[in-house]
């Protein structure tokens, strides 16, 4: 495997988890983040706990498939470690992190890792999809830490696309990273610097972005809050996180 010369969030975000999936531009990016806000890594991890929670929450309404877009490292609390036994597909655009995925998950049974842009789903490797999912059943898409890097109008068109893709009865859980982050500037510009600006959004500007699929009555709420009723409003809201379906 050929080392990458630069960082990759996703990598970033498996060594904030405790992860050792990543390389020395993964880890220096980390270093300078938290040099800025010594917090990120708890708050990523709350990020992974919502995923979790509301992986399960579309568990119980019977569905027992998932397509991951923007993946990272599927490690550390991921969709097929919070439902034991699902078909999950993961998905990137990283050929670095696609190759450690496949790694990760070999010889896990009916878990896969795949390339696939999440703003053009007819870029899925249809050999894997047609492997670990089962296209006429609902399933739920899980689309986090990818709409930050997306502009309005890219979000609104992927999500429209991925509701006339799925079957009816599916669930698309997603993350909409909040406002708070502008108070921190520096870390604003070194993604920038990096060739990943931020697209950054409150409640109001998210909810219509999400087109048809209808939302759940938890609504948009922070992540630290979502169905977890024993957590405390954040005072500053990094991450908003919603589940929706398409009837």
Same mark, same amino acid.
């Given at each position: 495997?050929?080392?990458?010369?630069?960082? &990759?969030?996703?990598?970033?975000?498996?060594?904030?988890?405790?992860?050792?999936?990543?390389?020395?531009?993964?880890q220096?990016?980390?270093?300078?983040?938290?040099?800025?806000?010594?917090?990120?890594?708890?708050?990523?991890?709350?990020?992974?706990?919502?995923?979790?929670?509301?992986?399960?929450?579309?568990?119980?309404?019977?569905?027992?498939?998932?397509?991951?877009?923007?993946?990272?490292?599927?490690?550390?609390?991921?969709?097929?470690?919070?439902?034991?036994?699902?078909?999950?597909?993961?998905?990137?655009?990283?050929?670095?992190?696609?190759?450690?995925?496949?790694?990760?998950?070999?010889?896990?049974?009916?878990?896969?890792?795949?390339?696939?842009?999440?703003?053009?789903?007819?870029?899925?490797?249809?050999?894997?999809?047609?492997? =670990?999912?089962?296209?006429?059943?609902?399933?739920?898409? =899980?689309?986090?830490?990818?709409? =930050?890097?997306?502009?309005?109008?890219? =979000?609104?068109?992927?999500?429209?696309?991925?509701?006339?893709?799925?079957?009816?009865?599916?669930?698309?859980?997603?993350?909409?990273?909040?406002?708070?982050? &502008?108070?921190?500037?520096?870390?604003?510009?070194?993604?920038?610097?990096?060739?990943?600006?931020?697209?950054?959004?409150?409640?109001?500007?998210?909810?219509?972005?999400?087109?048809?699929?209808?939302l759940?009555?938890?609504?948009?709420?922070?992540?630290?809050?979502?169905?977890?009723?024993?957590?405390?409003h954040?005072?500053?809201?990094?991450?908003?996180?919603?589940?929706?379906?398409?009837?």
């Amino acid at each position: 495997m050929a080392i990458p010369q630069t960082p &990759n969030t996703g990598r970033i975000l498996d060594y904030w988890l405790g992860g050792d999936h990543r390389f020395p531009p993964d880890q220096g990016a980390a270093a300078a983040f938290d040099a800025i806000y010594p917090e990120f890594p708890r708050l990523f991890g709350t990020l992974r706990q919502f995923i979790g929670r509301a992986a399960r929450a579309v568990a119980d309404q019977g569905i027992d498939q998932f397509l991951v877009l923007g993946a990272g490292i599927p490690t550390k609390g991921n969709v097929h470690e919070a439902v034991p036994g699902a078909r999950v597909l993961y998905t990137d655009i990283d050929a670095t992190n696609i190759e450690l995925g496949r790694s990760i998950l070999a010889g896990l049974p009916q878990v896969e890792y795949a390339y696939c842009d999440a703003s053009d789903l007819d870029t899925l490797d249809r050999d894997a999809a047609d492997r =670990v999912l089962r296209p006429a059943e609902p399933l739920g898409v =899980v689309m986090v830490g990818v709409s =930050v890097f997306l502009d309005d109008a890219t =979000v609104r068109a992927t999500l429209a696309r991925i509701y006339d893709r799925v079957p009816s009865g599916s669930f698309l859980v997603a993350d909409f990273d909040g406002e708070a982050l &502008n108070s921190y500037p520096d870390v604003v510009k070194i993604l920038d610097q990096a060739g990943e600006p931020l697209y950054l959004r409150g409640p109001d500007r998210i909810a219509p972005l999400l087109g048809r699929w209808r939302l759940t009555d938890d609504g948009i709420r922070p992540v630290d809050t979502w169905r977890d009723d024993t957590a405390a409003h954040p005072e500053k809201v990094f991450m908003y996180g919603c589940l929706a379906t398409k009837p």
